[in-house]
């Protein structure tokens, strides 16, 4: 939530939560219980090609393909 969109009802509630940080740095792994995500990445290559959407008496321009290099 940004700055900006924080109504009169929110204020509080980020006053409090700004107090409480610093106490969270002396408790011993204090990031532990925040930080619980384990993020795998995956590579996903499409390598199919699928023509372009014309009408019957259309013809589709040809497009070369791109070349793909790691």
């Known amino acids: 939530m940004c700055d900006s969109n924080l109504t009169e009802r929110d204020l509080p509630r980020r006053v409090e ?3 409480e ?6 408790i011993k792994n204090w ?3 925040i930080l619980i995500v384990d993020e795998k990445w995956c590579l996903y290559v499409n390598t199919e090609r699928s023509p372009p959407w014309v009408d019957k008496d259309e013809q589709r321009e040809p497009k070369p393909k791109a070349d793909f290099t790691l």
Do not use: E
């Not at 940080?21 to 002396?26: A, I, V």
């Open 17 to 19: 939560v700004a107090t």
């Open 31 to 33: 990031m532990k219980p």
């Open 21 to 26: 940080l610093p106490s969270y740095k002396r």
